[in-house]
């Protein structure tokens, strides 16, 4: 949006200016369009999605980078420790897969991990100092697109397809998810958008720009409110206030926030008193009455917010400049407050709040009530079971993606899940110290080169503060949350890590000196690197579609065994075994065929290769101790179901025999 004010020295050729202005546009529009697809795709959290995304990205690099149209300028070192640092995690991750109980899990990390780095990678080699707030703009564009789809989607039910996870989990159906597909993740992607568009507010040209850029802020405070997120509420506080600090004209930026804010209220108001809209029942003619009524207000809130700042900025900008003192003074009374307000909410006893499970969720409780809760909803079991892993091998963990078998076997709460809710403490558990300093050194080199840059150049000091105020703002909903998993968020944030150290924020003066290296040495420099990105782009490639074509066989079987073909369903299952003969999904799919088949023995053999990939996983026991149960082997039966009841002590199948 930062972008939309520059005026484009176009010619007069119609045509001449159409190409002009995709020029100029393109880089926004495109990223614009990635975020909103991926978000709109349950943000990205499939696997398959995942995969594609990553291999289209590496593709790019391939292309772009190989025929040389990137890199526009050198890369600077910070970039490439940064990079380095995340590429060493997601080898530390691949490697983990010789020690990892379920190879296929850990390699499906490792995918993961390729594919944060594919979008750290593409923004630092397409980036550069006069492109740098289009990506920013692209960013922030999907996140209001996403914000109006999210809004859409309840105001006005039925307009839009739900399949959210709320549907599966009893007391949660009323937290606003779509397009994500989880409460949490959609709300911290949002509020992962407030300094992005605080950014235009405060640094666009044209007022108009600048208040239009506000508009969407009220709208993201209602989807926060509508998700019931805590984790939402906290990311937009410390982006909020990230950017608060770094940005250049803090005074531009502390008005912008009074009066989003007042505006965000102003919509948390109206919806707080919108009570079946925000409580359920949903489907009911009083909450499609309510949303419609509450889409007059939002929208006219989000239209006064740009209309008072944009008035404001005509009026008083240039005219008011209040001394340094007042800042100062302002800063000691919101931290006195700050400290006050904390003291007063008890923290001790929140604590002791937080650390109780209290995994009950009730409709009835309301939204605003869950979000004044001070329960961590097994958060604090979840972390202590990771660190508890982490003990049992310290230094290399039991490898990627294997909280989920430890919890189930050792967990302290009768409940399912996949992670830990933080990524530190799964990464501990999972990757152990060695794993644990790579992320951390990843972040930590990012966040040093911003807190340099924020002050060796002021002309890219607003791009630098929002890159850093997201990144600080994702690493805060990390630590509660599975925010890592949830593609689009980490998508947001790593491109932003590459905009906070890559050449689009690099100092002019060392810009300068890469620029004036040696003819010849810069030549061969650039042949080599778009030799080795074509390589290790191209590995990179095939390692990924792996995992992509072995699950896309898996599908044609399931989808065979559906329309009763099971012979197609055992050729797409051997095919998918021959693409990853590694992974038990393959083998458990061939077992399940043949007992549909009534073939037994074969199927007994099927599952005892997948066990042979996975034996921490209690699903596959339980078909083995079904099909021993069938051959009549019942002593044999008797073992796999006592190995079931090792493995995950709360399934109550067996509490009876």
């Not at 992005?196 to 993201?220: K, Q």
């Not at 102003?266 to 359920?280: D, E, I, M, P, Y």
């Not at 040093?448 to 703002?473: E, H, P, W, Y």
């Not at 799919?589 to 997948?610: D, F, H, P, S, T």
Request: proline content about 4%.
């Amino acid at each position: 949006m930062s972008e939309l004010y520059q005026v484009v020295s176009a010619p007069r050729d119609p045509a001449q200016r159409l190409a002009a202005v995709a020029r100029e546009y393109a880089i926004t529009v495109a990223v614009a369009i990635v975020v909103f697809l991926v978000a709109f795709d349950n943000g990205g959290y499939g696997e398959s999605t995942r995969e594609t995304l990553a291999i289209v990205l590496w593709w790019v690099l391939i292309l772009c980078v190989g025929l040389g149209v990137w890199p526009l300028a050198r890369t600077p070192r910070a970039a490439w420790l940064t990079g380095g640092l995340l590429a060493a995690f997601g080898l530390w991750t691949l490697l983990s897969v010789i020690w990892a109980a379920d190879a296929a899990g850990a390699y499906a990390e490792f995918t993961r991990v390729m594919l944060y780095v594919a979008v750290f990678a593409v923004v630092v080699a397409g980036s550069r100092r006069d492109n740098a707030g289009r990506w920013l703009d692209g960013l922030a564009l999907g996140i209001a697109g996403v914000v109006v789809v999210a809004l859409i989607s309840r105001f006005f039910p039925g307009t839009l397809e739900q399949r959210d996870i709320a549907q599966l989990l009893a007391g949660t159906v009323s937290r606003l998810s779509f397009p994500v597909g989880y409460w949490n993740g959609l709300a911290t992607l949002v509020a992962l958008g407030i300094p992005l568009l605080l950014r235009v507010a405060n640094s666009a040209r044209h007022v108009v720009v600048r208040s239009v850029a506000l508009m969407p802020i009220p709208a993201i405070c209602g989807v926060i409110y509508l998700a019931s997120s805590r984790i939402g509420v906290l990311s937009a506080v410390v982006g909020t206030i990230a950017y608060l600090l770094f940005a250049p004209r803090r005074w531009n930026v502390l008005s912008a926030v009074i009066v989003s804010g007042a505006g965000g209220a102003g919509v948390v108001l109206a919806l707080n008193q919108r009570n079946t809209l925000v409580n359920g029942p949903l489907t009911s003619p009083l909450a499609e009455g309510q949303g419609h009524s509450a889409a007059l207000i939002v929208i006219g809130l989000c239209v006064l917010t740009g209309l008072v700042y944009g008035v404001g900025l005509q009026v008083l900008e240039g005219e008011v400049k209040p001394p340094p003192a007042l800042g100062w003074g302002l800063l000691v009374a919101a931290v006195a407050v700050s400290v006050a307000g904390l003291a007063a909410a008890h923290p001790i006893r929140r604590f002791e709040q937080f650390k109780n499970p209290n995994l009950v969720v009730s409709d009835r409780s309301g939204v605003e009530q869950h979000l004044l809760s001070s329960s961590g909803n097994g958060r604090w079991q979840l972390w202590s079971s990771a660190l508890d892993e982490f003990q049992t091998r310290p230094l290399h963990g039991r490898g990627a993606r294997s909280f989920e078998a430890w919890w189930t076997q050792n967990g302290s709460l009768p409940v399912f899940v996949k992670d830990a809710h933080s990524l530190y403490a799964e990464t501990l558990g999972e990757l152990g110290v060695v794993g644990f300093i790579l992320l951390l050194g990843t972040f930590t080199s990012a966040l040093i080169v911003g807190a340099v840059r924020l002050t060796a150049d002021s002309d890219q000091r607003s791009v630098v503060a929002a890159a850093a105020s997201v990144v600080l703002a994702f690493l805060t909903a990390a630590a509660f949350d599975w925010v890592w998993e949830l593609t689009i968020v980490g998508v947001v944030a790593f491109a932003c890590l590459g905009l906070l150290v890559g050449p689009a924020t690099i100092t002019v003066g060392r810009l300068g000196v890469a620029q004036r290296a040696d003819g010849m040495r810069r030549s061969l420099a650039r042949y080599g690197l778009g030799v080795a990105v074509i390589v290790a782009g191209w590995l990179l490639v095939c390692a990924i579609a792996i995992p992509l074509l072995a699950g896309a066989r898996i599908n044609a079987s399931q989808d065979a065994v559906a329309r009763s073909d099971y012979s197609k369903a055992v050729s797409d299952a051997l095919a998918a075994r021959s693409i990853q003969p590694w992974s038990a999904a393959p083998y458990q799919q061939l077992a399940l065929v043949e007992e549909l088949r009534g073939n037994y023995r074969a199927a007994l053999g099927w599952i005892r290769q997948a066990l042979k990939r996975d034996d921490s996983d209690w699903r596959p026991w339980l078909i083995k101790a079904r099909l021993q149960g069938e051959l009549g082997h019942l002593r044999a039966s008797r073992a796999s179901v006592a190995r079931i009841r090792a493995l995950y002590p709360g399934f109550r199948l067996f509490e009876q025999q």
